[in-house]
């Protein structure tokens, strides 16, 4: 029997309640552990020679398989926040298997920000130990958690990322070999950008980089 992860699990999708005191709080990126944000600058991506500038504009263009335009206008992006907001008005245009698919996608987009951020992100991530990471949010409680008190103590939330967050986290202790520095694509149907299905990533970005049209004027 294939053994699937605690996120993967439907009786998992149930709110869980967090101390805030007691955790690693992900929420402005400024911030100590804000690098683990998907809206975090610095951690640079490249798919099929294609680079992306945040993990947020690649999850964003995920959506979009079918709509190389629309991907192309995201990823074209330079605040990650403008990407999230350039997908908006086409969300429900989103692959139809959006909402089944779109954790999987997430855990694969913060495995290429892994691979492609070793040190730098390896680092951040092991430096939160073994305690639990959750994204503090204000208005989703499915990828976070949010603040339910008024002494803002207390987050709940299914906390998705933060779960992927630490789901990766123990795959990358035990990580003698390096074998998460190549990332196969998802298995899922049109797994696309720009019209190419994505290809294996590995760690090494090369420096013939095919730059985002929005760049090249
Ligand atoms: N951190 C953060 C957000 N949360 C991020 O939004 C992404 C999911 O977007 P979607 O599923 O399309 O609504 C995911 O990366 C989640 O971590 N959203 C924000 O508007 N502001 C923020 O500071």
Known sequence: MISRSSVDRPENSQLRTYVRSEVVVVYKTKEAFGG???????????????????????????????????????????????????SKPHRKNSRPDW????????????????????????????????????EQSRKDDYWGAKLVDDAGD????????GRLLMELREKLKDDTEGVL??????????????????????????RDVQKPQSDMF
């Open 36 to 86: 683990l944000s998907n809206m975090a600058a610095g951690y640079p991506l490249q798919i099929n020679g294609v680079r992306i500038l945040t993990t947020e504009a690649l999850y964003q263009a995920c959506r979009f398989p079918h709509m190389p335009d629309v991907q192309r206008e995201i990823i074209g992006q330079h605040s990650p926040m403008t990407a999230k907001m350039k």
């Open 99 to 134: 909402d089944e698919v779109r954790h999987k996608v997430m855990r694969w987009c913060l495995r290429v920000k892994l691979a492609q951020n070793y040190e730098e992100f390896g680092r951040l991530l092991l430096a939160t130990r073994s305690q639990p990471i959750v």
């Open 154 to 161: 207390i987050l709940v939330g299914q906390n998705v990322l």
């Open 181 to 206: 520095k190549t990332v196969p694509p998802l298995g899922i149907s049109d797994f696309m950008l720009l019209g190419k299905p994505i290809e294996t990533v590995t760690a090494n970005l090369s």
